[in-house]
């Protein structure tokens, strides 16, 4: 694990005892998603964090204004914490890692599904019911990618069921490369 990633984890431990603590996990973790989006979204942000030209000052000065009014106060202190200890640079990191703790909190696994085309009501149901099996609450992250001609791939935790096409194409590949009867030229 890399040490910013390390960090991170633990600057996002820490918020989530002190928001339980607070009996406000709910709000600090809507917060911390409203960062994580804004950071996926607005590369200048995060590469206006990370620049060690920009003084913490200009950078808090941002920060309060970006999301004032739409963080809560426990958040806002948060930022003003890290900014203090020079670790704002991280702080995209911070909030996925706090988002990541949030959901092995609350026994959220999260599971991914992979299609050539997008899923229909009657598939979707069929996935969830598959998914289900691991646990009650999953969060399901549906992509496409026609490279897999046909299919799905489900990703759930660290596991991994595929059946694309491409992994069956693939399998004929190798077992034709096998073949001893198939003359080397």
């Not at 607005?42 to 060690?52: F, K």
């Not at 496409?144 to 992994?167: A, T």
């Amino acid at each position: 694990m890399h040490r910013d990633s390390k960090l991170a984890r633990r600057y996002g431990q820490a918020l989530m005892d002190f928001a339980i603590e607070q009996n406000e996990l709910d709000a600090v973790a809507a917060d911390m998603e409203l960062i994580s989006e804004t950071c996926k979204q607005s590369r200048d942000l995060v590469v206006m964090l990370r620049s060690p030209v920009i003084k913490v000052d200009k950078k808090v000065a941002v920060l309060n204004k970006t999301f004032g009014g739409k963080i809560g106060s426990i958040s806002l202190k948060f930022i003003g914490i890290i900014a203090k200890r020079d670790r704002e640079d991280i702080l995209s990191e911070i909030a996925a890692a706090f988002i990541n703790l949030y959901k092995e909190h609350q026994g959220i696994i999260s599971a991914e599904v992979i299609s050539a085309v997008p899923l229909d009501d009657d598939l979707r149901t069929k996935v969830n019911a598959f998914v289900k099996r691991f646990s009650d609450k999953v969060e399901l992250k549906e992509s496409v990618d026609e490279k897999i001609i046909g299919g799905l791939i489900i990703r759930v935790g660290d596991r991994q069921y595929d059946d694309s096409i491409l992994k069956r194409i693939n399998e004929l590949k190798r077992e034709f490369s096998k073949n001893p009867y198939i003359s080397q030229l």
